[in-house]
């Protein structure tokens, strides 16, 4: 004969798995808050930086096929502009290969197309830096308004999700019958 499992610890098991459920995706919604908030305060602040001229090193486009998130036996092919360029400031040579501040690639070859044909080898082109970091470039100022609100979208509702969760803990482990 199976032993009956006790309705209250069953209730507090639930109650203790949907707070940590809702926890993990409330923090999980932050981090993608925080990096989106991050990039499109870096895409602002480029519109200041200084300007100095640069020269395309490489300008070339790599596929990469991945699952696909809504199918699970079919692949999709991501495409990604790799656009390396290098500029000097005071002397000091640096290398970075950020377009933007936002995904210049995706299933659309036609988006990293573009990029390939307005950078291409050897082409003189203006690099705005971050006066603070040297390091940190782009090659547009700004960002895609489209992926920098989605992503802020994305963590504001996995944070809403977990809220929700969280809250209503005590609905799910209530629903346990005596």
Do not use: C
Request: charged share 20%; aromatic share 12%.
């Amino acid at each position: 004969m199976a032993d009956k499992i006790d309705p209250a610890a069953a209730r507090i098991a639930t109650k203790k798995f949907i707070s940590i459920f809702g926890g993990i995706l409330m923090f999980v919604g932050l981090l993608i808050l925080i990096a989106g908030i991050y990039n499109v305060t870096l895409a602002l602040l480029s519109h200041t930086w200084p300007t100095v001229k640069g020269r395309i090193m490489e300008s070339r486009i790599v596929s990469q096929r991945q699952q696909s998130t809504t199918a699970p036996n079919q692949y999709i092919t991501i495409y990604s502009p790799k656009i390396r360029y290098q500029y000097t400031i005071d002397g000091t040579k640096y290398e970075n290969n950020r377009i933007r501040f936002s995904g210049a690639g995706g299933s659309d070859r036609k988006i990293s197309d573009k990029y390939v044909r307005m950078f291409p080898v050897n082409k003189s082109v203006n690099v705005s830096y971050s006066p603070g970091d040297k390091n940190n470039s782009v090659l547009i100022r700004g960002a895609d308004l489209k992926t920098n609100i989605g992503t802020l979208v994305a963590g504001i509702l996995f944070f809403l999700v977990g809220f929700i969760f969280y809250k209503l803990r005590h609905v799910f482990a209530n629903s346990i019958p005596d």
